[in-house]
Nanobody
Framework: QVQLVESGGGLVQAGGSLRLSCAAS????????MGWFRQAPGKSREFVAA??????????ADSVKGRFTISRENAKNQNTVYVQMINLKPEDSAVYYC????????????????????WGQGTQVTVSS
């Protein structure tokens, strides 16, 4: 059974930092693209970052470039994806979700929510001004 569990969210002041984690289990994900998305109240889910199975490439939304860093650890029985967030802004406040693509997709599909097959339950990030 595929399971993605996010953690690390919380309340932080503007300019602060957080590191989110996503533990993926239930099958081997070491060759799978994984991504982070976020959704603020009243807004659609938006792309944050993605990383290839090996970590050879990463991709970021323009709004987080230079402030967020995605990385991953591929262990035998569990894969963990992180996003290190620095210089947080109030507009970064949202529920953050991790997701995985089970099959290869196009470059454009890295940032498209409906091209991901499994999702975690989300973790809340709140940045106060």
């Amino acid at each position: 059974q595929v399971q993605l569990v996010e953690s690390g969210g919380g309340l932080v002041q503007a300019g602060g930092s957080l590191r989110l984690s996503c533990a993926a289990s239930g099958r081997t994900f070491s060759s799978k693209v994984m991504g982070w998305f976020r959704q603020a109240p009243g807004k659609s889910r938006e792309f944050v970052a993605a990383i290839s199975g090996s970590g050879a490439w990463t991709d970021y939304a323009d709004s987080v470039k230079g402030r967020f860093t995605i990385s991953r650890e591929n262990a035998k029985n569990q894969n963990t994806v992180y996003v290190q967030m620095i210089n947080l802004k109030p507009e970064d406040s949202a529920v953050y979700y991790c997701a995985v693509q089970l099959d290869p997709r196009s470059v454009r599909d890295r940032s498209t929510p409906n091209q991901y097959d499994f999702w975690g339950q989300g973790t809340q990030v709140t940045v106060s001004s």
